[in-house]
């Protein structure tokens, strides 16, 4: 019977509240992820800023993860290897589950945890897409039946940039299956050298002005 009471009483107020127009609200959890230029200080003491170096260690990539550790996030590979993007993703992925403590960097440079440190919230790569300054600006399209313009620029292997995308997916029309990451690595490396060798290019691996011309116009790679 008083349980009863207490729930009408209840009831009368809720609508006593709603009836003057207040709000109800419940306080939500704050959760913010460090602000991109910390992961900027984080890359260039770790590695210079370098997403590909490899520098014979056991630590790869812009955040220098060693293979255990990139494995306990879901890393695929060696971290170098892998994309920008990528990388970006399992660097908060890895703050995520521990804060910044992997990092000797994190505590030369004094950074502070917030409330998504050890959080164990798995990321998507949604929430990790500010942390490199976003994702690359899609490449110009090219014109119906023609090719795009030569970039100006000669990749090498461990380049990222808008181009190298184009590039992949129209080496797709030969099966080479990219999905287009803008990356050059061990995959773009395979199809230049192939691409270079069936036009009687020199096979330096270089993605220059007369291999970026042969993908569109020179024979198939065998």
Do not use: H
Request: proline share 9%; glycine share 12%.
């Amino acid at each position: 019977m008083i349980q009863n009471r207490r729930r009408t009483v209840a009831r009368i107020l809720l609508l006593a509240i709603a009836a003057m127009g207040l709000q109800l609200t419940v306080p939500a959890l704050a959760s913010a992820d460090p602000a991109s230029t910390a992961w900027a200080k984080l890359r260039m003491c770790e590695s210079s800023g370098r997403y590909a170096t490899n520098t014979g260690n056991g630590y790869y990539g812009a955040y220098q993860f060693d293979l255990p550790t990139w494995r306990s996030v879901g890393g695929a590979g060696r971290p170098d290897q892998a994309a920008p993007a990528e990388q970006d993703y399992r660097a908060l992925y890895l703050y995520r589950m521990r804060g910044w403590q992997p990092w000797q960097c994190a505590g030369m440079l004094k950074l502070t945890g917030d409330a998504d440190a050890r959080s164990k919230r798995v990321p998507t790569y949604a929430d990790s897409a500010y942390i490199g300054g976003g994702p690359a600006p899609a490449p110009t399209p090219p014109p119906p039946g023609g090719k795009p313009p030569w970039p100006g620029v000669v990749y090498a292997f461990g380049d990222c940039a808008a181009p190298l995308k184009a590039f992949q997916l129209r080496m797709n029309a030969f099966g080479y299956g990219f999905t287009g990451t803008g990356c050059y690595y061990e995959k773009t490396r395979t199809a230049v050298l192939d691409l270079q060798r069936a036009n009687g290019i020199k096979d330096s691996g270089l993605l220059g002005p007369k291999t970026w011309e042969a993908a569109w116009t020179g024979k198939p790679p065998r």
